[in-house]
């Protein structure tokens, strides 16, 4: 009885003697073996059924995968420096200022005809009675440059007359005289520097906006501009500071007329 093992027949006989073997219990027990071989047979069939599925649906499907052939180089590659010509900058040639003279044509005494003594014309006039008297105008308010005129019966060239800028902006450099701010340009720059507000930021460089304005004929400032403006709100403070001066210029002058003027100036801030 001690070495009746549990998995055979025997074993279930005992234990279900003198019962109801028609019970489902009996046949579980009775057919346990043969189910649980089953089942590992039919397992093992499943894995191997998917595993061959797999391969064949892959060797169908691989994909040709052409050889790449790296050619064999076999010229030789030789370096050469490049020497880059060196780029002559062209030289500007010297502007001077050419300043036309008056020319007076003289007509007395010119290709005298010689002739007989009693033939001559006894009232020829002389060099003084017959000269043409000639005056040069001169405007005292001209610019330096300008050709002179003449009047009488000579010839000469005319002055040129001064241009009419109107309501033009004109460059500083074509003007005889520069804007000038009461007290100078220190006066100016105190000014801005005194009520320009500085922004709160960590920072210890200087900053500089690049403004341009307009100085009108009568010394007020238009068309203020913020050319380069580097942030923290510092171009906006720059024209608001420009705006509220109320202090007007000394215009640019062009043959002694005032002319609207462009000017650019840059503004240091100092940040601390």
Do not use: C
């Not at 002739?115 to 000269?131: D, F, G, L, S, Y």
């Not at 307009?214 to 913020?226: F, L, Y």
């Amino acid at each position: 009885m001690s070495r009746l093992s549990i998995y055979e027949t025997r074993w279930i006989d005992l234990v279900f003697e003198n019962r109801n073997q028609k019970y489902g219990a009996y046949q579980l027990r009775r057919d346990s073996v043969k189910t649980s071989l089953t089942a590992l047979f039919m397992g093992l069939l499943f894995v191997a059924s998917i595993g061959a599925i797999t391969t064949i649906v892959s060797h169908f499907n691989r994909s040709v995968v052409p050889d790449i052939t790296i050619p064999e180089w076999s010229e030789t590659i030789q370096l050469t420096d490049v020497v880059l010509p060196e780029i002559e900058e062209p030289v500007l040639p010297e502007v001077k200022s050419q300043v036309s003279e008056a020319t007076i044509v003289k007509d007395q005494l010119i290709n005298p005809v010689i002739v007989k003594p009693q033939e001559a014309n006894q009232n020829i006039a002389t060099n003084i009675e017959n000269k043409n008297a000639t005056d040069v105008i001169s405007d005292g308010t001209g610019t330096p440059g300008l050709n002179p005129t003449t009047t009488g019966n000579g010839t000469g060239t005319d002055i040129p007359k001064a241009v009419d800028y109107g309501n033009t902006v004109v460059n500083a450099t074509v003007l005889d005289k520069m804007p000038e701010f009461p007290g100078g340009i220190n006066k100016f720059y105190s000014y801005v520097g005194n009520n320009f507000e500085k922004p709160d930021i960590e920072a210890t460089e200087t900053f500089r906006v690049y403004v341009s304005f307009v100085i009108e004929k009568d010394g007020s400032m238009t068309d203020i501009k913020v050319i380069r403006d580097p942030g923290f709100g510092l171009g906006k403070e720059a024209i608001r500071v420009l705006k509220s001066l109320k202090t007007k210029w000394s215009p640019g002058m062009i043959a002694s007329k005032p002319v609207r003027t462009a000017y650019n100036l840059p503004i240091a801030v100092q940040m601390q």
